[in-house]
């Protein structure tokens, strides 16, 4: 089992399943979303569409699973983040349960190696550390348990995001 932290874009990460920090819509959006769907093609969002049509949409903490597209990976994971309001509305609980309903829905896929971007801490505002923390803690915590998945790659897209998850990864014992 290996997790490691890259800066770079996640859409060019070849892994089984790129998470995608979705919006409740699915339909696309800003961000790490709007990257995923771009990057990846029309294919995503018609996938996308028919979950919408299914349940209507992603609630927040959930995940769905679509196709990939044109990425490098078999598989999107969609989840939905908090949107933070100053802890005041179980955002941390709801972020752990996001990263934790990703890595279920990844072992019912049988995918081995999955990315996370840093999901609720751009548009979202989610402080950066907090959500670093509760991320690595989470996946942690998961893997102790199941060893379907060998292999998670954190990929932070800025600096400061990569900062922290180095200096964490090595500090959260579990």
């Not at 995923?36 to 699973?65: P, T």
């Not at 019912?108 to 999901?119: C, V, Y």
């Amino acid at each position: 089992m290996e997790i490691a932290i890259i800066k770079g874009d996640i859409t060019k990460i070849p892994v089984d399943a790129i998470v995608n920090a979705a919006n409740t819509s699915l339909l696309g959006g800003g961000g790490v979303d709007g990257a995923i769907h771009q990057a990846g093609g029309l294919s995503i969002l018609e996938d996308c569409q028919k979950i919408r049509n299914k349940q209507g949409g992603c609630q927040v903490g959930e995940a769905v699973i679509t196709t990939a597209g044109h990425l490098p990976a078999k598989f999107v994971i969609h989840t939905v983040g908090p949107v933070w309001n100053n802890g005041k509305s179980n955002e941390e609980t709801l972020l752990a349960t996001a990263y934790l309903n990703s890595l279920r829905l990844a072992v019912e896929n049988e995918i081995e190696s999955i990315s996370f971007p840093n999901i609720s801490t751009g548009i979202y505002k989610f402080p950066k550390e907090k959500a670093a923390e509760i991320a690595i803690r989470t996946v942690k915590e998961f893997l102790k348990t199941n060893d379907k998945i060998t292999k998670v790659i954190f990929v932070c897209f800025d600096e400061g995001n990569f900062i922290i998850y180095n200096d964490l990864l090595t500090k959260i014992k579990i």
